[in-house]
Nanobody
Framework: VQLQASGGGVVQPGGSLRLSCAYSGFNLDYYAIGWFRQAPGKEREWVSYISRTDGRTYYARSVKGRSTISRDNAKRTVYLQMNVLEPEDTAVYYC?????????????????????WGQGTQVTVSS
C-alpha cells in the first residue's frame, strides 16, 4: 500500500493549489481518504475527508468553504483543491487511507483511524 502526496509549493496569500494523493497497492473502493497537515511546532491537524464510495465529504472549519476534496478512482488519485490560501495554511500536507466509515467530521478527524499514510508535500503561503 502506497500513498504519495504532491502538488505543494510556494504561493502568495489568496492563491490556490491543488494537492494530489496518488495511491497504489490497494483497492480504493475499500478505503476512505483523509488529508491532514502539520505546521512547524504544531500538532497534526485534520483537514478533509472523502468517503469510500458515496462521495461524502467533510472539512475542518479552518478550510471549509475554501477547499474541495474529490477523487478519481480511474486515475487512482484523490485531490484537495485549496483556494484563498492564507499564511496559516502553511504546513506539510499528508494523505492517509482508512477502512473505517466516518459518519461525522469528528470521526473523520481521528488520525488513529487511518491505517496507511503517505509522505507529505510542503505548502508555503507567503508574500
Amino acid at each position: 500500500v502506497q500513498l504519495q502526496a504532491s502538488g505543494g509549493g510556494v504561493v502568495q496569500p489568496g492563491g490556490s493549489l491543488r494537492l494530489s494523493c496518488a495511491y497504489s497497492g490497494f483497492n480504493l473502493d475499500y478505503y476512505a481518504i483523509g488529508w491532514f497537515r502539520q505546521a512547524p511546532g504544531k500538532e497534526r491537524e485534520w483537514v478533509s475527508y472523502i468517503s469510500r464510495t458515496d462521495g461524502r465529504t467533510y472539512y475542518a472549519r479552518s478550510v471549509k468553504g475554501r477547499s474541495t476534496i474529490s477523487r478519481d478512482n480511474a486515475k487512482r488519485t484523490v485531490y484537495l483543491q485549496m483556494n484563498v490560501l492564507e499564511p496559516e495554511d502553511t504546513a506539510v500536507y499528508y494523505c492517509a487511507a482508512t477502512t473505517a466509515v466516518a459518519t461525522s467530521p469528528w470521526l473523520a478527524s481521528r488520525p488513529d483511524e487511518y491505517e496507511h499514510w503517505g509522505q507529505g508535500t510542503q505548502v508555503t503561503v507567503s508574500s
